[in-house]
Nanobody
Framework: QVQLVESGGGLVQAGGSLRLSCVPSGRTFSRYAMGWFRQAPGKERDFVASISWSGPNTYYADSVKGRFTVSRDNAKNTMYLQMNSLKPEDTAIYYC????????????????WGQGTQVTVSS
């Protein structure tokens, strides 16, 4: 069983940066792929980025490529999402997820979820 807790969300102006963190509990964190999804009001939950369990493979949605960077530190039991050049359309609740398929972009293919952290980008 894995429980996930996100942090780092907040209010930022367009063009600014935020770094989200995800801390899982459970001993098998390093065996899971980790991912970030986001959900804006009235919209579906969308894939943002993910990283393989050992870290060398990363995947990004086209809308965030070149602006967001996903990373993990298994020694610190933490995954990060560095978000730069933020835009108002990045406003959403950001969710951390854990699963077995790092390239999966469908939420149903991820096994564990955090409660989410709000990111608001003002214009």
């Amino acid at each position: 069983q894995v429980q996930l807790v996100e942090s780092g969300g907040g209010l930022v102006q367009a063009g600014g940066s935020l770094r989200l963190s995800c801390v899982p509990s459970g001993r098998t964190f390093s065996r899971y792929a980790m991912g970030w999804f986001r959900q804006a009001p009235g919209k579906e939950r969308d894939f943002v980025a993910s990283i393989s369990w050992s870290g060398p493979n990363t995947y990004y949605a086209d809308s965030v490529k070149g602006r967001f960077t996903v990373s993990r530190d298994n020694a610190k039991n933490t995954m990060y999402l560095q978000m730069n050049s933020l835009k108002p359309e990045d406003t959403a609740i950001y969710y951390c997820a854990a699963g077995t398929t790092p390239a999966a972009t469908e939420p149903l293919r991820w096994n564990y979820w955090g409660q989410g952290t709000q990111v608001t980008v003002s214009s």
